[in-house]
């Protein structure tokens, strides 16, 4: 079992800033890779960040360059630094950790932090 919990969502001014935070607990070596997703109302989850083990880095052409995903592995945490924000950023963001156990791979969720960009 892992356990998620986000913290950062917020409102913030459209060019604004934010950086989000999901620390993990419990079974931390079945990580393999964690991911922010994002989901605004009436659309589809998006994925919007991924973090391998190794590091590797993966953006949709939708943020990249404005958000960059890192962690700090001694604090079991990883974050979404979040630039120049625009109103269609707006959505309940997730964090995702992607795990395998005894073979069987399983998703564990967040409970989602509201970002809302709007002036």
């Known amino acids: 079992q892992v356990q998620l919990v986000e913290s950062g969502g917020g409102l913030v001014q459209p060019g604004g800033s934010l950086t989000l935070s999901c620390v993990a607990s419990?079974?931390?070596?079945?990580?393999?890779?964690m991911a922010w997703y994002r989901q605004a109302p009436g659309k589809e989850r998006e994925l919007v960040a991924v973090?391998?083990?190794?590091?590797?880095?993966n953006y949709p052409d939708s943020v990249k360059g404005r958000f960059t995903i890192s962690r700090d592995s001694p604090k079991n945490t990883v974050f979404l630094h979040m630039n120049s924000l625009k109103p269609e950023d707006t959505a309940v963001y997730s964090c995702?950790?992607?795990?395998?156990?005894?073979?069987?791979?399983?998703?564990?969720w967040g409970q989602g932090t509201q970002v809302t960009v709007s002036s």
């Open positions: 995702n950790a992607m795990t395998t156990s005894y073979g069987v791979p399983k998703d564990y």
């Open positions: 973090i391998t083990r190794g590091g590797s880095t």
């Open positions: 419990g079974s931390i070596f079945s990580i393999n890779a």
